[in-house]
């Protein structure tokens, strides 16, 4: 594994080898200080580990070249702050949810994340990703600061592949695919929302007559941590207005005295009613009862019988897909742009085989260019739920770098190679008017910079 592709893994891998935290000790030995950032031994064994289980062996990098890529990070992180770099807490904990998200996907459930990481509950796990998260958008935001103005001609472009090509050193680009869908969005009746609306109205009565707010929404919400015992238990959770909760939750939450009880309103998640139980400066502790309204049977199976003629027809020939995403697609951002669904990491139309979403992979790993799924249900936590086909519009296979076929690809490796420049020149500088100390043991490594400073 070339060695610029093992730093890009180490910062992949940051945060997964930061979830252990739950194991640091008092004795563990301090490696290195930059700034005010601590980097324990325990991290390069943490580092190394990860790095290996993920490369299946094939990785060769020392302790000491770990050790350096955690202090560049520690370097950034340190003067991102020095900086006054701003970051919300609403980012923070959009980052946390997103990460917590994937966690959950990949092990199960959420209480297996816990429990897997060695955490006491959610809320624990939720503080200590916090802090990660919030050093991880540090770093993200000065590295972004120092590059920004950083650009590449098509002359340099062409010179970096032909010095690649020459050392014979080009690198391998995995499979990639394209993808097109058509969205059937599921909606329920008005005779269902007016039943919703009707059961919150009456247990907004029960409670202003003085029944439990807590027991109602234990009994009655459809807000999956209410029977938890972190946030959301019993339906109450402590806001801000720069919390991550939707706009509609937060908008009622903060028009409210306290102790009224809102009326109930709508959101992506369903319909709900919320009190406002203490007003604490910015804070407020409020309850809330969730109900979703109802899709029946009939009407699920109705969009999927209507996703599966639209198929039907274009595997005929009697429609083309693009027609058929004009005409019957609902999905608002990619109706106009023949059905093509953005990379949200890259945000071109490319899905990196090997990186992509686990549902999605399975889903479409198998087809051939030119094929389209069956239909099958999706939803969007918050936004909404759906019948989806998706069509394999083009895959190219795993391949060598070619200059012409992947001059975008070449492109953006220079403009890396010349980003990652910048940033080893900023930190020659930066690292004069730091405070660094390095354990003894760590000072007989032969850095490239000189973080020992003589």
């Known amino acids: 594994m070339k060695k610029n592709s093992v730093f890009i893994a180490l910062l992949l891998i940051f945060l997964g080898v ?13 490696a290195v200080v930059v700034g005010k950032n601590i980097v324990l031994d325990s991290d390069i064994d943490k580092f190394k580990k990860e790095l290996q289980q993920r490369m299946e062996g094939k990785l060769e990098i020392s302790d000491c070249e770990i050790l350096e890529e955690i202090m560049n990070q520690k370097l950034l992180a340190h003067h991102a702050v020095v900086d006054s770099v701003e970051i919300s807490e609403a980012e923070v904990n959009s980052e946390v949810d997103r ?31 916090y802090g ?10 000065e590295r972004a600061s120092l590059t920004e103005d950083i650009d590449v001609t098509p002359e340099e472009v062409r010179t970096y592949f032909k010095n690649l090509e020459k050392n014979d050193n080009l690198p ?20 269902e929302t007016t039943r ?18 807590r027991l109602k929404a234990i009994i009655n919400s459809d807000d999956p941590a209410v029977s938890g015992n972190g946030p959301g238990a019993g339906g109450k959770y402590t806001i801000t207005r720069d919390a991550n909760f939707i706009k509609e939750f937060k908008e009622v939450a903060f028009s409210l005295d306290e102790g009224e009880i809102s ?26 009862i969730l109900i979703q309204p109802k899709i029946s049977d009939e009407e699920l199976k109705a969009s999927k019988d209507e996703l599966a003629k639209i198929r039907e027809d274009i595997l005929k020939g009697d429609i083309t897909f693009e027609d058929a995403v004009i005409k019957y697609s609902d999905d608002v951002e990619t109706k106009n742009n023949q059905g093509l669904i953005l990379n ?27 094929e389209i799924t069956e239909p099958f249900y999706d939803e969007i936590r918050g936004e909404s739920k759906m019948h989806k086909i998706i069509l394999l519009k083009s895959k190219t296979e795993t391949h060598t770098a070619n200059f012409t076929e992947d001059y975008e690809k070449i492109q953006q490796l220079t403009l890396q190679k010349r980003q990652e420049e910048t940033i080893e020149k900023w930190s020659k500088d930066k690292i004069q008017d730091t405070y660094i100390k390095i354990n003894k043991d760590h000072k007989k490594c032969s850095f490239k910079n000189n973080w020992k400073k003589e």
């Open 99 to 129: 990460n917590i998200s994937y966690f959950a996907q990949q092990l199960g459930s959420l209480d297996k994340v816990v429990d897997y990481y060695g955490f006491t509950d959610e809320e624990d796990l939720r503080k200590e990703l």
């Open 263 to 288: 009326e109930p309103f709508e959101s992506g998640f369903g319909i709900h009613i919320i009190q406002v139980e203490k007003i604490k400066g910015q804070e407020r502790d409020v309850r809330h």
């Open 18 to 30: 930061n979830m252990n935290a739950q194991e640091r000790i008092k004795v563990d030995g301090v």
């Open 344 to 370: 949200p990491q890259t945000n071109d139309t490319k899905f990196d085989l090997t990186r992509m979403d686990p549902n999605l992979y399975k889903r479409v790993s198998s087809l051939k260019a030119g």
């Open 172 to 191: 391998e680009f995995s499979a990639e695919i394209e993808l097109a869908q058509i969205v059937k969005l599921l909606k329920p009746t008005e005779e």
């Open 196 to 213: 919703v609306y009707d059961k919150l109205n009456g247990i907004k009565k029960d409670i202003e007559e003085g029944y439990s707010f």
């Open 132 to 141: 990660i998260q919030k050093e991880q958008l540090l770093i993200r935001r």
